[in-house]
């Protein structure tokens, strides 16, 4: 009756397996997680012992959309005494721009050591730079009190600049976990320093927390609204599912679900821009990404302090690579809601959601916002043109929102958009 009755980690079967069914789960548990951690601890050790691993800085840094930017900035780098932030210093390429054609005395804000080490460096080469480039540790949605340590007061600053996304130098580099071209941990914290393990009240701290803590529903809405994925409530079923057997703790785990989930069809049909055949976890690995450093919620901070720091007729250039930034970047620009995307299940909700708002007006911000004052004026939105993608491939998704500050107050009105 119970010759059937095998541990799938374990030589025990048959009634050995039932009599000691506890004990064995524990002891095999133990065992799963400690292979875990030392396969972790190989692949962090090959990283480091391999002669073609890239460090941070590493790779040449090419910046985008570099020209449309400082075409943007012009009518306000030129004045004297010009003050400038970099609110995503990066591998370095628009602050370089920065310090070299104009006069501009810079703050560049980053979260990743690697880069603020970049930019100390960058600080040290000249000595033009000491005086005018001020690298400043943190996030950039707390740019008010990270530069108030530094004295620059709200209204003070001539233009803002923030590039969001990870720059080449965290995708290339190894044992972060942002790339799925390699078998790395499923890391990708923007924040090396960041503890691994997620502080109590918090339900994730890397990508793997999130595969393997997150609910089925959870992981639905991070695929199906970060990453705009077809499939997304299929992968979240099958992660879930497979998550049960073994945890997920690297990127090659990922990329194999996820090949053996999608169907053959929709794999030759994926393209991008360019016309190229893109992976399959592009998608996933984005929205990981931006669960994971809360990048949604850091814009929503830095929109609303950039707009208390800028002067009246500064500007703001932003470049984002993905679909739900810019919505929220053009929603804001032009004075509409900030909500976040609702959580739908199937695409029915999405239509009886629809026809309650066209049915209730009270929905629509329109009516509303009309007596609120705009902040930003000379709005516009601009995409790489075709010279600049065929150079550099990685700007093919950008798209450069700017704007000019008007002297409309921000009042707690705005906040509640």
């Given at each position: 009756?119970?010759?059937?009755?095998k541990?799938?980690?374990?030589?025990?079967?048959?009634?050995?397996?039932?009599?000691?069914?506890?004990?064995?789960?524990?002891?095999?548990?133990?065992?799963?997680?400690?292979?875990?951690?030392?396969?972790?601890?190989?692949?962090?050790?090959?990283?480091?012992?391999?002669?073609?691993?890239k460090?941070?800085?590493?790779?040449?840094?090419?910046?985008?959309?570099?020209?449309?930017?400082?075409?943007?900035?012009?009518?306000?780098l030129?004045?004297?005494?010009?003050v400038?932030?970099?609110?995503?210093?990066?591998?370095?390429?628009?602050?370089?721009?920065?310090?070299?054609?104009?006069?501009?005395?810079?703050?560049?804000?980053?979260?990743?050591?690697?880069?603020?080490?970049?930019?100390?460096?960058?600080?040290?080469?000249?000595?033009?730079?000491?005086?005018?480039?001020?690298?400043?540790?943190?996030?950039?949605?707390?740019?008010?009190?990270?530069?108030?340590?530094?004295?620059?007061?709200?209204?003070?600053l001539?233009?803002?600049?923030?590039?969001?996304?990870?720059?080449?130098?965290q995708?290339?580099?190894v044992?972060?976990?942002?790339?799925?071209?390699?078998?790395?941990?499923?890391?990708?914290?923007?924040?090396?320093?960041?503890?691994?393990?997620?502080?109590?009240?918090?339900?994730?701290?890397?990508?793997?927390?999130?595969?393997?803590?997150?609910?089925?529903?959870?992981?639905?809405?991070?695929?199906?609204?970060?990453?705009?994925e077809?499939?997304?409530?299929?992968?979240?079923?099958?992660?879930?599912e497979?998550?049960?057997?073994?945890?997920?703790?690297?990127?090659?785990?990922?990329?194999?679900?996820?090949t053996?989930?999608?169907?053959?069809?929709?794999?030759?049909?994926?393209?991008?821009?360019?016309?190229?055949?893109?992976?399959?976890?592009?998608r996933?690995?984005?929205a990981?990404?931006?669960?994971?450093?809360?990048?949604?919620?850091?814009?929503?901070?830095?929109?609303?302090?950039?707009?208390?720091?800028?002067?009246?007729?500064?500007?703001?250039?932003?470049?984002?690579?993905?679909?739900?930034?810019?919505?929220?970047?053009?929603?804001?620009?032009r004075?509409?809601?900030?909500?976040?995307?609702?959580?739908?299940?199937?695409?029915?909700?999405v239509?009886?959601?629809?026809?309650?708002?066209?049915?209730?007006?009270?929905?629509?911000?329109?009516?509303?916002?009309?007596?609120?004052?705009?902040?930003?004026?000379?709005?516009?939105?601009?995409?790489?043109?075709e010279?600049?993608?065929?150079e550099?491939?990685?700007?093919?998704?950008?798209?450069?929102?700017?704007?000019?500050?008007?002297?409309?107050?921000?009042?707690?009105q705005?906040?509640?958009?």
């Amino acid at each position: 009756m119970y010759s059937k009755l095998k541990c799938r980690r374990c030589s025990r079967s048959g009634i050995a397996a039932l009599r000691r069914l506890s004990t064995t789960t524990s002891k095999c548990s133990r065992l799963a997680a400690k292979s875990r951690q030392v396969q972790l601890e190989k692949l962090r050790q090959a990283a480091k012992e391999s002669p073609k691993a890239k460090r941070y800085g590493d790779e040449i840094h090419v910046p985008v959309m570099l020209k449309d930017c400082m075409m943007k900035l012009r009518p306000v780098l030129d004045s004297k005494d010009c003050v400038v932030l970099d609110c995503t210093f990066g591998g370095g390429g628009h602050t370089s721009a920065l310090l070299d054609q104009t006069n501009a005395r810079v703050y560049a804000i980053d979260r990743d050591p690697a880069a603020i080490a970049l930019a100390e460096k960058l600080r040290d080469s000249c000595d033009d730079y000491r005086e005018r480039l001020h690298p400043v540790p943190g996030h950039f949605g707390d740019m008010i009190k990270l530069l108030k340590k530094q004295g620059v007061t709200p209204g003070s600053l001539d233009a803002i600049l923030m590039d969001l996304g990870p720059s080449s130098g965290q995708f290339s580099a190894v044992g972060r976990g942002f790339s799925f071209q390699r078998d790395e941990p499923l890391d990708m914290r923007m924040d090396v320093d960041d503890p691994l393990d997620p502080p109590k009240g918090v339900s994730h701290r890397t990508a793997a927390h999130i595969l393997n803590g997150a609910s089925r529903l959870e992981l639905a809405y991070y695929f199906n609204n970060f990453a705009g994925e077809k499939f997304g409530n299929l992968y979240a079923k099958r992660i879930t599912e497979l998550r049960e057997r073994e945890k997920f703790v690297t990127t090659e785990q990922v990329v194999e679900a996820l090949t053996a989930i999608t169907p053959d069809a929709v794999k030759l049909r994926l393209r991008d821009k360019l016309g190229r055949p893109i992976n399959l976890a592009t998608r996933v690995f984005a929205a990981l990404r931006m669960v994971v450093n809360n990048e949604v919620g850091e814009l929503r901070s830095g929109l609303f302090a950039a707009t208390e720091l800028l002067r009246p007729g500064g500007c703001l250039a932003v470049i984002t690579f993905h679909s739900v930034e810019a919505r929220m970047l053009k929603n804001f620009m032009r004075g509409r809601a900030l909500g976040d995307p609702p959580l739908f299940e199937s695409r029915y909700q999405v239509r009886e959601a629809f026809a309650k708002i066209k049915k209730d007006k009270t929905w629509s911000h329109r009516l509303k916002l009309q007596e609120l004052d705009r902040l930003f004026e000379d709005v516009y939105r601009t995409n790489p043109d075709e010279s600049e993608v065929d150079e550099n491939p990685r700007a093919r998704s950008a798209t450069l929102f700017s704007g000019r500050r008007t002297d409309a107050p921000l009042t707690p009105q705005h906040r509640k958009l």
